[in-house]
C-alpha cells in the first residue's frame, strides 16, 4: 500500500454557526427610501398610458444565450423603441446592453430604463459547483461569498437581475433540477436561501456590484410527479407549509427583490395563474413587496394547462398577482383588450407596473442607466485569480467522502497513478448544468489538476470507457453542445488501454460518472444507475486488485448500490465548476481533507425514490434493515437509504459524546441548552459537520422521524475536543397544524446531536404549556 501524507488542514476559512432558537432575522434586505421611490413612481405613473405601463410588463431575449424553451423573441430592437419591453434577458457584455438599453432611454417617451436579467446559478464566468454540490459544504458564510462574487461578475458584465437562487426542496433524484438546489431539508434550505440572497443583494442595491436576487421557483417545483421536469404537483397544504415552502419563505424574509413562478400547478391551478399562492400567501400572509415574473413562456403554457386561450391565461396571470411576462408576450398583446372588455382593471396593471418600476429605482436605474457598463470592470473583476481561489476552495469544501474502508485516500504526491475513466480529461463536463454564463475552456480537468497538484507523480492517463455507448442518449445530452464523444475505438479497446495502464500504477484513480447535462432542466431520468459502459470498465478495474479510488461526478444522487460493494474509495465531487480538477487534486493528495455531508439522502435504488431522512412513522413501522411481514417493508431491499442524509466522511475520526440536555423541562417563553463533545480522534486536522435533529413524540398531526433543527460546522485537530452546544426554545419546536396555524404542542421531543441523520435518540425533553 501506498504511504499517505496529508498536509495540515487550513482552518481559516469563514464557517457558519446556526443556533438552533431562530431568532427574527434581523437582515430584510437592501435599504432605501420609501418616500423618495414613491415619489418617482408616481410621477412616472401619472404620465404613463396603458400601453406604456404594459410594455413595463414585458420580459424579452433577443436570443445567443441558452434558452429555456423554444421561444426566442423577435424584432426586439423595434419593441423597445415603441415602449413595450420592461426588461431583457440572454444579453451580456456593456457594449450590447448599452446599446439596448440606449434604445429605451434615448428612443422612448419617458425615457425608462431595463432590467437586464441573466441565469447566473452557480458563478459566472467563474463557476462554482452546482448547488447541490455547494449545499454539501453546510458553509453558508462561503455559500454567500459565492454569490457575492457571483454578483460582481455579473455586474461587471452588464447584468443586474439574478434568477437565482432556486430553493425548491426536492427527493426525488430522478428530477434532474435537483442538481441546481439544496436538497431534501427545509430548514438547511431556509439558511441557504437566505445567505444567497444576502450575497446576491448586499446591503445596498444602488451599488454597481449587488444585484436583484430571483427566488425560485415559486412554488412545489421540486415535487413533480414521477420526478418528471415540468410535470404537475400534488400535496396537501399541511406538507406545502412544513416540508416545501420555508426555503420561499426565508428568502422572502431576507428581503429577496423578486420571486419566478414554476410550471407546475399548485392545488390544480398553474402557479402562474394560482391567485391564492402570489398574491394571498406570498403578498398578504408572507408580505413580500417585490415584483413576480414568469418563467420562461409559463404564462402561455397555462393554454396546455387548459386554462383557456391566451387572453384568458394572460387575464389570469395578471389578476393572480404576477407582474412581468417572461418571454411569451401574453400580457402585451392581450391585456389591453381585456382592459377595455372589463376582464383586468386599470388598478391590476398599474400596480404590476409599479412593482416593475420600484424594481428599477431600487437599482439606481434612474439615476444612471448606464451604472453597469463600465468596460473596465470586464478585465478587473471578472475571473480574477481570487476568484479562482475561492471556486477552488468551494469546490474541495463540496466533495463527500462516501467510502473509505480500502484506505487509498489520501494518495503519496509521489505515487504511480493511472487516472482513468471519460471525466478524467474532460473540460466540458467540470462546469456542471446551468453554467450557461461560463465557458468550459477555463476549467481545469482533472488530469491536469492532478498534475498541478502533485508534480512529483508519475500519472498516466487512459479513457477506459465512452460516458454512454447509446448514440440516442448521446444526442438527447449534447443538446447545447458535446458533453459526450463516442470514442471511434471500441469500448473492447478503450478497456483493454485502461487495464495496460493500470498494471504499471501503484493506484487506479478512475473518474466517472454523470455527463453533466445528464441532470439539469429537462433532464430527468428513470435510471440512477452510473452508465454500463462505465460499470464495466469499474468492475475491471476492481479485478486487478490494485488499490483504487472512485472519482464519481453527478449532478443528483446516484444508485451506487454495485461500486459500494467492491473494494474501492469513494469520492463524490458532484460538477465542481471552474476549479474542478485543482480541488480534486487537493483533496486526493491531502492538502484537504473532506468535510462535506450529503443534503440528500443516495437510494439502493431507484424503486426507493423517494428515501429521505425525515419520513413520517407509519401505523405498522418496520425496522430499517430486515425482513418483516405486515410490516411497512420492501421484499428486497431495506427501507434504509444507502447513504443518509447529512452523511460523510473525512481522513479522521470524530467520536462523539453523549448529548446532554440542561434541563428536562421547557416552558413556552424560556430554553434548554443542548450539548455534546466531539472529539478528533484520527490522524488528520479536518473539520466536522455537527447536526442538532428533535422528535416530537406525540403532536396533533403525525411528526416526521427525524427533525434537522441546527448545525454547527467546527474545525479539531488531531487528538482536540470541543463542546458543541445548541440552544432550544419552543419557535424551534413549532410546525403548521391542520389548521395551518404555526403552534408549538407541549410533550415530549426526543433530542440528539449526530454526524448524519442515522443515529438513535437517546435523550428527552418535555414542553410544558
Known amino acids: 500500500m501506498i504511504k499517505k501524507t496529508i498536509a495540515a488542514v487550513s482552518l481559516s476559512f469563514l464557517s457558519f454557526t446556526l443556533s438552533a432558537q431562530q431568532k427574527e432575522n434581523t437582515y430584510t434586505g437592501p435599504k432605501i427610501n420609501k418616500t423618495e421611490m414613491d415619489q418617482k413612481v408616481n410621477s412616472l405613473l401619472e404620465k404613463m398610458t396603458i400601453d406604456e ?9 433577443p436570443g445567443g444565450g441558452v434558452a429555456t424553451g423554444a421561444v426566442v423573441s423577435d424584432n426586439v430592437q423595434q419593441k423597445i423603441k415603441d415602449g413595450k419591453v420592461g426588461g431583457l434577458f440572454g444579453v451580456s457584455g456593456p457594449e ?79 428530477w434532474g433540477r435537483v442538481a441546481e438546489g439544496a436538497g431534501e431539508d427545509a430548514y438547511l434550505g431556509s439558511q441557504i436561501a437566505r445567505a444567497m440572497v444576502e450575497g446576491y443583494q448586499g446591503m445596498d442595491l444602488t451599488e454597481t456590484n449587488t444585484m436583484l436576487a430571483t427566488v425560485k ?19 396537501s397544504r399541511v406538507k406545502m407549509f412544513n416540508q416545501y415552502l420555508p426555503p420561499y419563505k426565508a428568502a422572502v424574509d431576507a428581503g ?141 469544501r463540496s466533495f463527500v467522502l462516501l467510502k473509505k474502508d480500502q484506505n487509498v485516500l489520501p494518495i503519496d504526491k509521489k505515487a504511480k497513478i493511472a487516472l482513468i475513466g471519460p471525466l478524467g480529461n474532460n473540460q466540458s463536463n467540470m462546469p456542471g448544468t446551468w453554467s450557461p454564463t461560463g465557458d468550459f475552456k477555463n476549467a481545469i480537468p482533472v488530469l491536469e ?7 512529483k507523480a508519475k500519472i498516466t492517463y487512459a479513457k477506459g470507457a465512452n460516458i ?55 433532464s430527468s431520468k428513470t435510471d ?16 486487478t486488485g490494485k488499490p483504487m479510488v472512485l472519482v464519481l461526478m453527478s449532478g443528483r444522487p446516484l444508485n451506487i448500490s454495485e461500486e459500494a460493494q467492491l473494494p474501492v474509495d469513494i469520492l463524490q465531487v458532484w460538477h465542481s465548476g471552474v476549479e474542478a480538477g485543482n480541488a480534486i487534486g487537493d483533496v486526493i493528495f491531502g492538502d484537504y481533507n473532506p468535510s462535506g455531508k450529503l443534503t440528500a439522502s443516495w437510494p439502493r435504488n431507484v424503486g426507493q425514490v423517494p428515501v429521505y431522512y425525515s419520513m413520517k412513522t407509519t401505523g405498522r413501522p418496520g425496522t430499517q434493515e430486515g425482513f418483516e411481514k405486515f410490516k411497512s417493508k420492501y421484499l428486497d431491499v431495506d427501507n434504509s437509504p444507502l447513504y443518509p442524509f447529512g452523511y460523510g466522511l473525512s481522513y479522521t475520526e470524530f467520536e462523539y459524546g453523549a448529548t446532554k440536555i440542561s434541563s428536562e423541562e421547557i416552558n413556552m417563553s424560556g430554553n434548554i441548552t443542548v450539548s455534546t463533545t466531539v472529539t478528533n480522534t484520527g490522524d488528520y486536522d479536518g473539520e466536522e459537520v455537527v ?79
Do not use: C
Not at 421557483?217 to 400535496?235: C, I, K, Q, S
Open 53 to 61: 405601463k404594459v410594455g413595463q410588463l414585458n420580459l424579452l431575449t
Open 96 to 174: 450590447k446592453i448599452k446599446i439596448a438599453q440606449e434604445y429605451a432611454v434615448n428612443d422612448t417617451r419617458l425615457g425608462i430604463p431595463l432590467l437586464i436579467g441573466s441565469d447566473v446559478i452557480h458563478g459566472y464566468k467563474t463557476t462554482f459547483p452546482i448547488p447541490l454540490g455547494s449545499a454539501s459544504s453546510w458553509d453558508m458564510e462561503l455559500l454567500k461569498q459565492t454569490a457575492q462574487v457571483a454578483a460582481k461578475e455579473a455586474t461587471a458584465d452588464g447584468i443586474n437581475w439574478n434568477f437565482s437562487p432556486m430553493v425548491d426542496v426536492s427527493r426525488d433524484p430522478r
Open 217 to 235: 421557483h415559486f412554488a412545489l417545483y421540486g415535487a413533480p410527479e414521477a420526478g418528471r421536469d415540468y410535470n404537475t404537483v400534488d400535496m
Open 256 to 396: 429577496v427583490a423578486s420571486v419566478m413562478s414554476s410550471f407546475n400547478d399548485v392545488d390544480g391551478v398553474p402557479a402562474t395563474g394560482n391567485r391564492w399562492l402570489l398574491t394571498e400567501l406570498l403578498r398578504e400572509q408572507w408580505g413580500f413587496d417585490g415584483f413576480v415574473v414568469s418563467d420562461y413562456t409559463s404564462v402561455n403554457e397555462m393554454i396546455a394547462h387548459g386554462m383557456g386561450d391566451l387572453q384568458d391565461v394572460s387575464a389570469l396571470a395578471l389578476k393572480a398577482g404576477l407582474d412581468m411576462d417572461m418571454v411569451g408576450e401574453g400580457f402585451v398583446t392581450t391585456l389591453k383588450k381585456s382592459l377595455e372588455e372589463g376582464r383586468v382593471t386599470e388598478e391590476e396593471i398599474t400596480t404590476a407596473a409599479r412593482r416593475i418600476l420600484e424594481a428599477k429605482y431600487k437599482l439606481g436605474l434612474f439615476e444612471d442607466p448606464y451604472k453597469y457598463l463600465d468596460k473596465k470592470r470586464v478585465k478587473k473583476d471578472i475571473l480574477t485569480k481570487e476568484h479562482r481561489a475561492l471556486a477552488r476552495k468551494a469546490a474541495a
Open 449 to 455: 489538476g492532478l498534475k498541478n497538484v502533485a508534480p
Open 468 to 522: 454512454v455507448n447509446d448514440e440516442q442518449m448521446a444526442k438527447n445530452v449534447n443538446v447545447f453542445g458535446p458533453k459526450v464523444e463516442i470514442s471511434e475505438e471500441s469500448p473492447e479497446e478503450l478497456l483493454a488501454e485502461a487495464l495496460k495502464v493500470a498494471k504499471d500504477a501503484d493506484v487506479i484513480v478512475a473518474a466517472v460518472g454523470e455527463a453533466s447535462e445528464m441532470s439539469g432542466e429537462a
Open 528 to 543: 440512477l444507475l452510473i452508465p454500463e459502459s462505465q460499470k464495466v470498465l469499474i468492475r475491471e478495474l476492481a479485478k
Open 691 to 769: 447536526q442538532l435533529y428533535i422528535h416530537d413524540k406525540v403532536r396533533s398531526i403525525t411528526p416526521p422521524q427525524k427533525q434537522l433543527i441546527g448545525f454547527q460546522k467546527i474545525s479539531l485537530k488531531k487528538g482536540e475536543s470541543k463542546t458543541v452546544e445548541f440552544t432550544i426554545s419552543a419557535e424551534d419546536l413549532k410546525f403548521y397544524n391542520s389548521s395551518l396555524e404555526y403552534v408549538a404542542e407541549p410533550g415530549d421531543f426526543e433530542v440528539g446531536i449526530a454526524p448524519s441523520s442515522d443515529f438513535e435518540f437517546s435523550s428527552t425533553f418535555n414542553l410544558k404549556k
